[in-house]
């Protein structure tokens, strides 16, 4: 009945332990306290595991000891790469490649029992739905650690999925209630619940978001996939209805929304979902703290409720309607990263603390060079390296005006340049625009073929390079940092606004700022948040 594509199994190199008792001896000796160790050895033993043959239901059992101490070396494992600046540096690149590799022994562990389950073996036929539940929730697992990586879950990964689940729903053990103390606590779980949090996983749009956030993703994924149904058949209300997928692919979700019945497609009814998180979003608009909510202890406002109000219309309403026209592109782009760069493109020189003393010889130097060593010069940033990369542009957005608000660019993952990360600020000037303009990686990720994909958003406006620093009574001594003021722009709506340092923003907060001249402003309202960056509306102070 099964068609799971599985390592042949023999008994020639038989791996350290050949039941449950004899592995929880081995995991004694086994130092979770050095992942680096702890994972190589794990990943062997599940590699020769895979490999050997042994019978199902042993099999399961000593799964089921090594989930716990896996999960526990996989989640040390994560921080290694997660969220790194892309291409990744070789540890880094290592750490990815590991975590994937022992994820995926997992897999095929589980998959050789539910086959076994699937195909009527006795010995595990009673456990088919708890067998079931252990495989989607460790492709669930195997999901969640790709997207920190900058990497999407790829075709082998959706066909493997769904046809998991289109065996077991077959079987009639997808609904059946099971438990699972790791992932859900006394809460029972269904085959069905693991297979819904990685089609809502990915509905949400995971690259977009912060890492915090994506926990937060992660958490509410995991959490209110038991209140999704999957029907073989369309529903007659179809608002409930905001996600449909088609057993038979290898992509997560069939794009278009159509009642057209066929035996290989399932909808998503979120009735129950809707209403859970409508319910928590008002309560947030009251001022109830998301953690009174069961959002999480470390969810925090504004950035909580923006998220949720996002995934509620990614998994209640469907994908929304684009707020920009989008159309393709083609040519170059020219890319600027890193903020010192940034502000030297802009400013022509490196930064330098206002008001610093001059000596003679660096006055000597402003005379022969037109500008100061910036190493010799009290507060100056070293000179960055003032790289500009040349990226593809695949795609243009544009608003009512016709300027371009958005990007999406790539580059040969191997073509020499800098190191960039999603939230990060950029300048960026496609063939078409006269000059460069200040923007942010929304998100970034490579592709199969190696390719680096960025999307990003252009700041409407000319920047302005100046320097900013705190005022404040508890921070006398705080230097001036690199800032960038940006214009208002009265066809789109947009105050003046100033890109901070990360990390400075306080409603009200007056701030020194230096360009031609010491001034002072107030800062209104945080309008977006980066990895090296925030970005804010202000007024002119008195």
């Known amino acids: ?146 997207y920190p990586g900058a990497r999407l879950p790829g075709a082998d990964f959706w066909k493997l999925l769904h046809g998991t689940y289109a065996a077991v729903e077959a079987k009639g053990a997808a609904t059946v209630e099971v438990e699972d103390r790791l992932r859900n606590g006394r809460q029972m779980t269904t085959a069905t619940a693991n297979y819904a949090e990685a089609l809502l996983l990915n509905a949400a749009g995971p690259g977009e978001f912060t890492g915090r956030q994506y926990g937060w993703l992660v958490r509410w994924a995991h959490r209110w996939a038991g209140k ?74 504004p950035g909580c409720n923006a998220v949720l109000e996002h995934v509620y219309q990614r998994w209640c309403k469907g994908n929304p309607l684009r707020k920009f026209e989008r159309r393709s592109a083609s040519g170059l782009c020219r890319v600027i990263g890193g903020v010192e760069t940034i502000h030297y493109h802009f400013s022509g020189k490196s930064f330098q603390q206002p008001g610093a003393n001059l000596t003679t010889q660096q006055h000597d130097e402003i005379a022969l060079f037109g500008q100061l060593a910036a190493h010799q010069v009290p507060g100056f940033a070293k000179q960055p390296a003032f790289m500009v990369e040349e990226w593809k542009l695949l795609e243009e957005w544009t608003q009512v005006d016709e300027s371009a608000t958005g990007l999406h660019i790539t580059r040969q993952l191997n073509q020499p340049g800098s190191r960039f990360a999603s939230s990060q600020l950029i300048a960026a000037r496609p063939d078409n625009a006269k000059q460069f303009l200040l923007g942010w990686l929304r998100w970034i990720h490579v592709d199969a073929s190696t390719t680096l994909h960025a999307g990003a958003h252009i700041f409407p406006g000319l920047p302005q390079a100046i320097a900013v620093r705190n005022r404040s009574s508890a921070l006398v001594a705080e230097k001036f940092r690199p800032a960038f003021l940006l214009p208002a722009v009265p066809a789109l709506g947009l105050a003046q606004r100033i890109v901070l340092p990360p990390g400075m923003f306080r409603p009200e907060l007056v701030v020194e700022i230096f360009s031609d001249q010491l001034s002072r402003i107030a800062l209104s309202q945080l309008l977006e948040r980066g990895g090296d960056f925030e970005c804010a509306t202000y007024q002119i102070a008195p």
Request: charge should be neutral; proline fraction near 6%; hydrophobic fraction near 45%.
């Open 228 to 301: 999704v149904t999957v029907k073989n058949a369309a529903p007659e209300d179809l608002k409930n209805v905001s996600l449909t997928v088609d057993l038979g692919s290898d992509q997560p979700m069939i794009a278009e929304r159509s009642p057209q019945v066929s035996g290989e497609r399932r909808w998503l009814e979120v009735a129950e979902l809707r209403l859970s998180i409508k319910k928590r979003l008002l309560k947030l608009a009251e001022g109830v703290p998301p953690a009174e909510l069961g959002l999480g202890s470390d969810c925090v406002m």
């Open 1 to 146: 009945m099964s068609s799971f594509l599985l390592p042949a199994t023999s008994s020639d190199q038989p791996p350290a332990f050949l039941n449950a008792s004899a592995c929880r001896i081995w995991l004694d000796e086994l130092p979770l306290a050095n992942v680096l160790q702890s994972q190589a050895l794990m990943l062997r033993q599940m590699n020769l595991l895979n490999r050997y043959k042994l019978a199902p239901a042993e099999r399961f059992r000593i799964l089921e000891c090594l989930r716990v101490p896996l999960s526990v070396i996989q989640e040390g494992s994560l921080p290694r790469y997660a969220g790194k600046a892309m291409p990744f540096a070789p540890a880094e690149q290592a750490a990815f490649e590991a975590t994937m590799a022992l994820w995926q022994a997992l897999v095929i562990g589980y998959l050789h029992c539910l086959k076994a389950a699937l195909d009527g073996e006795n010995s595990v036929l009673a456990q088919t739905s708890l067998i079931a539940q252990r495989a989607l929730a460790s492709l669930c697992s195997t999901q969640a650690d790709t």
